[in-house]
């Protein structure tokens, strides 16, 4: 029998494949030389040699495994080092170069009235804010409102600003319909006190005791020399009302806006230059808010200096100013309704009843607005101490400097009346 199994035998078969890197060498005979391998062993070496191919094929797979991941790493690395590079010249270009021009801080100096229309965009509020200097520029605003939602509540309505805001700030208010304003009341030139009053029961939420009230009232901010009357100091303008708005509020803001355009004329110091009071002023400014319009106002204001300063007997009107107007005020009456000698004489004791009361009357008589006051301080140059309206409805005067010529002018007048029924 022979040593080793023969080439049929097929239990080998059975002989476990194992790992071959554990498998021994063939192992020599008794009599040192080697035999010629059995087909068992010849299968054994193929098996155990596709496992040692199996096997190195395994170490080339991890070999490529980490081939790739150190390809992906890299790339990661890259990516990432150029991520880094892009932002950081974005953030040295931007710094290069400043953002949009922007105020800082909530803005000072007198309320600014702004309104949001219906359609308005972010790009047309931010206009609108930058043509009433609200805020810098247009980009500031844009740029706040895309970056805080908020903006999306802006409602329609009418916002008090102040000049020199923040865009961020301006967004704040016009975001929050707490700050909408309710209401506006525009109060005209040449109005009394009573008829503000009137104006304001009719076209707001106040009473009128409550509007009464608020004129006595001594934080109404009414200067020293107005001696506590309001006549001629509550300013005419455009006013908001805010929710909350008190009645003391709405009329404060009035003065406070007649210091604004005192303010703005210098009105103490170029007073004193012309020989006259802050006072004096606003009561010539209220007379040729009442008598006149566009250019005569000017010249109304110089008959009504030579009247008061002119040499000699003043052009024979020995320093009586006979503004109808003022007559009018002391006879309760508005505007320049026509009296009777009869009307003019019951009030003759009156200080407004400049036909008999030589001089300024003590206080102005209505409120005047921008024109009258400049044309008070600054009267056109010329030697007239007469003048009359011939034309109500054009508003055409005629002036001159002897009683004469002014009578001619008046008999223009009285024909103007024939033909009309504004007299």
């Keep these: ?120 965009t972010a790009s047309a509020i931010g206009r609108g804010l930058k043509e009433q200097g609200v805020v810098a520029s247009v980009q500031a605003f844009i740029d706040a409102a895309n970056a805080d939602p908020a903006s999306s509540g802006i409602q329609v309505g009418h916002y008090a600003l102040k000049p020199g805001m923040s865009a961020q700030a301006a967004l704040d208010v016009l975001a929050n319909p707490a700050n909408k304003i309710q209401a506006t009341v525009t109060v005209p030139e040449g109005l009394r006190v009573e008829d503000v009053v009137d104006l304001l029961v009719k076209k707001t939420d106040f009473t009128r005791g409550a509007l009464e009230k608020a004129l006595r009232n001594p934080d109404l901010g009414l200067p020293e020399y107005a001696e506590g009357n309001p006549e001629g100091y509550l300013f005419p303008a455009t006013y908001a009302i805010a929710p909350g708005d008190t009645a003391l509020d709405l009329m404060s803001a009035m003065v406070e806006r007649w210091g604004q355009a005192a ?22 400014a209220s007379l040729v808010e009442a008598e006149g319009r566009g250019d005569a106002m000017a010249k109304i204001a110089r008959v009504i200096y030579n009247r008061l300063d002119g040499p000699g007997n003043k052009g024979g009107t020995n320093g009586l100013l006979q503004i109808d107007a003022a007559v009018n005020y002391a006879l309760g009456q508005t505007g320049t309704t026509e009296f009777t000698e009869a ?13 008999y009361q030589v001089g300024l009357p003590p206080t102005p008589i209505e409120a005047p607005g921008d024109d009258a006051i400049e044309a008070a301080l600054n009267p056109a140059e010329g030697d007239w101490y007469y003048y009359v309206t011939v034309d109500l409805e054009t ?22 009346c024939l033909g009309s029924d504004r007299c």
């Design 1 to 120: 029998m022979s040593e080793f199994p023969t080439p049929d035998d097929t239990q080998s078969d059975l002989v476990p494949v194992t790992d071959p890197r554990s498998t021994p060498p063939a192992r020599a005979s008794r009599g040192g030389s080697r035999r010629a391998p059995t087909k068992a062993e010849l299968r054994r070496a193929r098996r155990a040699g596709g496992g040692g191919r199996s096997s190195g094929g395994g170490g080339r797979a991890k070999r490529g495994l980490v081939g790739i991941l150190v390809i992906v790493l890299a790339v990661v690395l890259g990516a990432g080092a150029l991520f880094w590079g892009a932002t950081q010249g974005v953030k040295a270009v931007q710094g290069m170069f400043a953002g949009p021009e922007d105020f800082s801080g909530t803005g000072n100096g007198d309320d600014v009235l702004f309104e949001v229309a219906q359609g308005d």
């Design 263 to 284: 303010r703005e004329f210098d009105l103490e110091n170029r007073a004193a230059e012309l020989g006259k009071t802050p006072q004096e002023i606003m009561t010539i």
């Design 343 to 355: 009307q003019k004489a019951s009030v003759a004791s009156s200080p407004y009843n400049t036909y």
């Design 395 to 416: 508003g055409e005067t005629r002036f001159s400097e002897n009683y004469s010529d002014f009578l001619v002018d008046k008999a223009a007048y009285k024909n103007y």
